[in-house]
């Protein structure tokens, strides 16, 4: 697993939120510093990053659909804009 993403889990009884970003950032310092921010100002959520999926079968097959279906599991999904 690359540095700044987050392990997949299933932890009970916490709030979850997606990080939805382009697949260009994943690895980067951008990456790295945009979960940094996000983990700061929600506490106590659990961070979903799709680039901790890279290699699963599942989003080989089918990326969307497998990153839909991982937003349907949060409570958040959370889109960053590029400036």
Not at 5 to 28: D, E, F, I, W
Not at 56 to 75: A, R
């Amino acid at each position: 697993m690359k540095d700044g993403q987050s392990k997949p889990t299933k932890a009970a009884g916490r709030n979850r939120v997606y990080y939805a970003h382009a697949m260009c950032l994943y690895g980067t310092l951008d990456e790295r510093q945009e979960l940094r921010y996000i983990r700061r100002t929600f506490r106590s959520v659990i961070v979903v990053n799709p680039a901790a999926y890279s290699d699963h079968p599942g989003k080989l097959s089918d990326t969307m659909g497998f990153c839909l279906k991982l937003i349907s599991e949060c409570k958040v999904p959370q889109a960053w804009e590029r400036k």
